[in-house]
């Protein structure tokens, strides 16, 4: 997986751990998939949330898929090739962006770390790409189950430091 961080200044080697993990819990084809991953201020994802949400309120995180996957295995033969990078090749799912304050107060909120809470909104983020959501109770519960059972499996407990 190739990730394009940007104002990703700590934490960048377990987010890309954990994001890398749940390719391979997902069997999804990691090596051929790339994504950007940035960290904004309040007002440029207050922003972003109105522009793109119609919500004029800040967000913890946002996620910008390049295609509606739907939740199913990709195949990398098969990529849809308006969504290839020319350049590298690569499937290009799309763009996460975490209110890197935002982040900062859940993690004091929920008292775990900084670095648990920008795994867990990473994570959160390229659920959102590879098609999972939360609109309803059982979409919720599921993702919330997948969400749980991959930072277990990688060991980004809440009291992780």
Partial sequence: MTIYFTNVGIHKHKIKHVLEG???????PSRQIE?????VD????RKLNRQFRGIDDVTDV???PTLDLGKRQLDSA???SDAVNSGTGKLNIGDVIICFDRAKEQ???????LKRELCFLSLHGLLHLLGYDHVDQADEKEMNAIQDEILTKLRVTRDIR
């Fill in 22 to 28: 749940a390719l391979k819990y997902l069997k999804q």
């Fill in 35 to 39: 994504m950007s991953l940035s960290i």
């Fill in 42 to 45: 309040p007002e440029d994802i």
């Fill in 62 to 64: 946002l996620s910008f």
């Fill in 78 to 80: 098969n990529f849809p």
């Fill in 107 to 113: 993690a004091k909120s929920f008292g775990h770390s």
